[in-house]
C-alpha cells in the first residue's frame, strides 16, 4: 500500500501563490503597453492605461486601499501598517506598465519550456533560435522553467515581471496579517521606456521616505549606479544637385553622416564596452544626398566623462562645419544622471536589499546599471530609488526570456524588505 505525502497549509499556499505570479505575468503580458514617444499624451498608448485598469481591479480584489489611477495614467495603491511600532518607515515598490518600442510588442505569444542545455527553437519558420552559444548566461538556468517568446515579439518581462512581483508580494503580505509592517505605498508608471516615466510621478503624493523600482534583470541584482543620460540630434544639410554636374557643388548629407560618426572615438560603442565604460549609441540614421539626421545615446557612469563626451561631438560637429561651411547642427538633451551621488550617503537601503536577498537564500550582486530607471530621476526628485531584479534577460527584443523561480524570488524578496524595513 503506498503511503500518503502530507503537506502543510503554508507549503500548499506557497504553491499556490507561485502559480498565481506566473498566471499574473502571462495575463499582463497579452496587453499591448507599447509606448510611442511620436505622442504627446500620459499615458503614450491606450494600452498602458488599459493594464493599469486591470492591475488596479486586482488589487481592490486582494484588499489594497487607496488605489487610484491618475488623469496622466499613474496607479498607486496603499498597503496599511499593521504593527504598533514607532518610527516604521512608509517605502514604496514602482514598476513600469509600458514596453520597450525598440522590437514589436503585439500579440506576444509565451511559452514556458524546461531548459536541458539544448537550444530553444523560438520560431521555427524564421530560424529563430535561443542558443547558449550567443547566450552563455542561459547556463545559469539548467532545470528551471523559462517563458519564452515565439520570436516575433519582445516578451514583455521588462516590466511587467516587476508588476507581477509587486502585486504578488502584497497579495502575500494581506494574506498573512501576521508579518509585522509598516506602511507601504505601490505605484505603476507609464512611459519609462520613452524617458518619461517620471515626468508626471507625484513624489509628495507618493509619500515615500524612500523606495525601490522592480526593473532589474537576472536574480540578485541591486542597483544604485546608473549611466549619466544625454540623447543628441544632429541635422546636416546637404547641397544635392546632378550627379553629372556634381564637382564643387555636391554636399552629400548622408556622407558627412558616415564621416561625423566616423569622428568619434572607434572603442567607444555599446558591443565593445563594458561596466564603467561608457559609449557614443547611434541609435538612428536616415536621410539622402540633401539632408540628414542622426540620433545619438551618450551615456557614461561618471560625470566629468559624460561631460566630456558631450565635448567630443560638438567639437566633431564643429570640424564638419569648418569643412563644409557650417551645413552642420546638434542638440544635446540630458535625461538623467547617476543616482549613486543621492543614494551613498543613504547606503543603508541599498543594504537593507541586500539582507533581504541573503535571508532569502540569495547571493546578492550589486552592479552598476548600464542603462537608466525611472528611480534615478526619482532619486533626484527626492525619493531615493534604487533598482531590483525580476529576472528578466535579453530585454527589448525577441531573445527576452524570464526564469520563472527568478520572478518568485523578485516576489520573495520585496516580502523579506517590507518585513524588516
Known amino acids: 500500500m503506498l503511503g500518503t505525502v502530507s503537506y502543510s497549509r503554508e507549503y500548499l499556499y506557497q504553491k499556490y501563490l507561485q502559480m498565481r505570479i506566473i498566471e499574473r505575468f502571462l495575463k499582463y503580458v497579452a496587453v499591448d503597453t507599447q509606448s510611442c514617444d511620436c505622442t504627446q499624451t500620459s ?21 489594497m486601499q487607496e488605489v487610484e489611477i491618475d488623469s496622466n495614467g499613474y496607479l498607486m495603491a496603499t498597503l496599511p501598517a499593521n504593527t504598533q511600532r514607532e518610527h516604521v518607515p512608509v517605502i514604496g515598490f514602482i514598476a513600469h506598465l509600458d514596453t520597450s518600442p525598440d522590437f514589436p510588442a503585439k500579440d506576444v505569444k509565451p511559452r514556458i519550456v524546461n531548459y536541458t542545455g539544448s537550444d530553444i527553437v523560438l520560431n521555427d519558420s524564421k530560424h529563430i533560435v535561443l542558443s547558449s552559444r550567443i547566450f552563455p548566461e542561459l547556463n545559469n538556468y539548467l532545470g528551471q522553467k523559462l517563458v519564452v517568446t515565439d520570436g516575433t515579439t519582445l516578451l514583455g518581462a521588462d516590466d511587467k515581471a516587476g508588476v507581477a512581483a509587486i502585486v504578488s508580494a502584497m497579495e502575500y503580505l494581506i494574506t498573512h496579517p501576521v508579518i509585522s509592517h509598516g506602511k507601504v ?42 549611466f549619466n543620460a544625454a540623447n543628441a540630434t544632429v541635422v546636416i544639410q546637404g547641397r544635392n544637385v546632378h550627379p553629372g554636374e556634381a564637382k564643387g557643388k555636391m554636399i552629400n548629407a548622408v556622407l558627412m553622416g558616415m564621416e561625423l560618426n566616423a569622428g568619434l572615438p572607434p572603442g567607444e560603442r555599446p558591443g565593445l564596452t563594458s561596466g564603467y565604460e561608457g559609449f557614443y549609441h547611434l541609435a538612428h540614421f536616415s536621410g539622402n544626398v540633401d ?20 565635448w567630443i561631438l560638438r567639437w566633431t560637429v564643429q570640424q564638419l562645419n569648418r569643412k563644409y561651411s557650417d551645413c552642420v547642427t546638434v542638440e544635446i538633451k540630458d535625461l538623467y544622471y547617476n543616482m549613486r551621488e543621492i543614494i551613498e550617503p543613504k547606503k543603508k537601503i541599498v543594504e537593507l536589499a541586500v539582507d533581504a536577498m541573503q535571508k532569502t537564500g540569495i547571493t546578492p550582486c550589486v552592479k552598476p546599471i548600464r542603462g537608466g530607471t525611472d528611480g534615478a530621476r526619482l532619486s533626484f526628485a527626492g525619493l531615493p530609488c534604487p533598482n531590483l531584479f525580476t529576472g528578466g534577460l535579453n530585454g527589448h527584443g525577441p531573445y527576452e526570456f524570464l526564469p520563472v523561480k527568478s520572478l518568485e524570488k523578485s516576489m520573495e524578496t520585496i516580502v523579506q524588505i517590507i518585513k524588516t524595513a
Open 291 to 310: 539632408n540628414a539626421t542622426l540620433i545619438y545615446l551618450i551615456r557614461d557612469h561618471d560625470r566629468v566623462l559624460f561631460e566630456e563626451k558631450k
Open 43 to 63: 499615458p503614450s498608448t491606450p494600452g498602458q492605461r488599459q493594464l493599469a485598469e486591470i492591475v488596479a481591479a486586482e488589487l481592490v480584489q486582494i484588499g
Open 185 to 226: 505605498r505601490i505605484a505603476f508608471t507609464p512611459d519609462e521606456e520613452i524617458g518619461r516615466g517620471a515626468d508626471l510621478f507625484d513624489v509628495e503624493r507618493f509619500g515615500c521616505e524612500w523606495a525601490y523600482t522592480v526593473d532589474g534583470g537576472e536574480l540578485g541584482r541591486v542597483e544604485y549606479e546608473n
